[in-house]
């Protein structure tokens, strides 16, 4: 299993083993990382399971689709390392990754 | 629907007859069985006569997130209730925008009500919500929509506008005149009178947008327009100027009351509820949750086709008007359990569908969390019940799910 490092906003860190071929929101949500909501279940409707990727790790989670940019568009704090977490598939490829979270959804 | 007559039962009337923009279902509290029959037989269903014309009913959660997040297909413009706005006053609204406008307009007003800046303004509410709560009768019954809830949104809305605090009541006023005529919603408000508000509204920011101008860092609503090089000039297209105040008005008030009331009267219908809040007052945050999702404050937004679609195997036609009943998606138990009922510790209670979803989800979701989320933590240091002593009064409309009165009686702790 992929080891993922969530660090929150005040600097907490949580490195969970993921389970592939679910959404790392869905990974985030199973071992009650604190700082993601998924209001909408993971259907990119709603935005508030923002992530930032580290630099390093952003070309491996793929690419933003056309509704998850709008989605992204629509938050304050976006940066160009912003990414919805339901949008990321877990995989092998991501072992090691560490993504931060934003100060707050919404 | 024809006014004299009285409302037809739910479960025999053939699915072509039943009318959802009745604006008695609200008003009686009698939308529940119509909704549960159209999301059990026909869950994408067109009503081919309405006093707005045809339109087709989406009223399950799934396919409610669906034409949410296809903006392609599903435009916001030229209106997002049933009825197009009448041509008197063509306001634009970014509500009402499809993107690019509308992300540019919405970024310019989104930090407002960005978290941080709410983060900044939480003392001045619950100072608000202590001076109110601290005014209120013990012992004899009044009403909670005109002490509580109308005074609490009202003075919010005030301190985002930074309007004259001394003639905040208009606010109040132009609010529910925006979407209250029967042509609209249903509602009893003149066409006249609608016309005359919105002329004052729009004479009334005018002339605070031209004393306002050049004030640096202030956080208002206002000064974060003149701001922002896309917006600075809205002064001079009123039409938009008066769409986005009057989205602004109406998003920040009529919601945020609604669910002020709503949960007084939730908690009245579910005593249980009501002990378990007592027995953990930490429970408050996901009550507030809830008490959105039960309560539904706007019961439907409205979409336009912008080709023909196949949806839920009906075949939907380029123009024909699509409204997504969230009242209806709140109460679908194929995406939340116990969707009937008022549960203050659901599992996932923030999964519901009152905001909205896609990119017109609402913008001021967390303002009014907070301030629910406040005043619920006031109320539980004072009192022990506020107890409903009599018939809530509703709102006659099909869009906003409100009350007009909620006769009260306080029990100190």
Redesign the interface.
């Given at each position: 299993m992929p080891q993922i490092t969530l660090i929150e906003h005040n600097g907490a860190s949580h490195t969970i083993e993921a389970e592939t071929g679910k959404s790392l929101m869905q990974n985030a949500i199973d071992n009650a990382v604190p700082g993601i909501?998924?209001?909408?279940?993971g259907?990119?409707?709603?935005?508030?399971c923002h992530v930032f990727v580290a630099a390093d790790w952003l070309g491996a989670t793929g690419e933003a689709d056309a509704?998850e940019e709008?989605?992204l568009?629509?938050r304050?704090?976006r940066t160009e390392f912003s990414r919805l977490s339901c949008q990321i598939e877990v995989s092998d490829q991501l072992d090691g990754m560490v993504v931060q979270l934003p100060?707050?959804q919404? | 629907m024809n006014p004299m007559q009285t409302i037809p039962d739910a479960r025999s009337i053939p699915l072509d007859e039943i009318d959802v923009s009745d604006p008695r279902l609200l008003e009686q509290d009698a939308w529940r069985p119509f909704f549960a029959r159209l999301r059990a037989e026909d869950p994408v269903h067109f009503q081919a006569n309405s006093p707005f014309g045809p339109f087709w009913s989406i009223t399950r959660f799934k396919d409610i997130v669906a034409v949410d997040s296809d903006p392609d297909a599903f435009s916001s413009e030229p209106a997002i209730i049933i009825d197009d706005l009448t041509e008197d006053l063509p306001v634009e609204m970014f509500i009402a925008m499809d993107p690019p406008k509308h992300d540019i307009q919405r970024r310019a007003a989104q930090p407002v009500v960005a978290p941080q800046n709410l983060a900044a303004m939480e003392g001045l509410i619950r100072s608000r919500v202590v001076e109110i709560l601290d005014s209120l009768p013990l012992g004899e019954t009044f009403d909670w929509v005109e002490r509580v809830s109308i005074n609490l949104t009202t003075q919010m809305l005030a301190t985002l506008f930074d309007f004259p605090f001394e003639e905040r009541r208009k606010l109040t006023y132009w609010s529910d005149i925006a979407s209250g005529t029967p042509e609209m919603t249903g509602g009893d408000v003149s066409e006249e009178e609608r016309l005359a508000a919105m002329g004052e509204c729009l004479e009334t920011f005018t002339r605070i947008w031209h004393e306002r101008r050049g004030r640096e860092g202030a956080f208002d609503l206002i000064s974060l327009l003149q701001r922002d090089p896309n917006t600075a000039d809205m002064v001079d297209r009123p039409m938009e100027y008066l769409g986005n105040l009057m989205l602004l008005i109406v998003g920040g008030n009529d919601t945020t009351r609604n669910s002020m009331s709503g949960g007084v009267l939730a908690l009245n219908e579910n005593p249980a509820e009501y002990d378990k809040l007592r027995a953990d007052p930490g429970l408050i945050p996901s009550m507030v949750s809830e008490i959105i999702r039960w309560q539904t404050p706007l019961a439907h937004m409205r979409r336009t086709a912008t080709r023909d679609v196949e949806f839920g195997g009906k075949q939907i036609r380029k123009g024909d008007k699509v409204v997504m009943w969230y009242i209806s998606g709140n109460r679908d138990e194929s995406a939340i359990e116990r969707a009937d009922e008022f549960v203050i510790d659901r599992k996932n209670p923030r999964h519901h569908i009152s905001f909205g979803f896609g990119i017109h989800r609402c913008m001021g979701n967390r303002l009014a969390e907070m301030q629910l989320r406040i005043l619920w933590e006031e109320i539980m240091q004072r009192f022990h019940m506020v107890e409903v002593v009599g018939e809530p009064q509703r709102v006659r409309s099909n869009f906003v799910r409100g009350y007009a009165s909620l006769p009260v009686r306080l029990h100190p702790l």
């Open positions: 909501d998924a209001d909408c279940g259907a990119c409707a709603c935005g508030t509704m709008a989605m568009g629509m304050p704090d100060e707050f919404m | -």
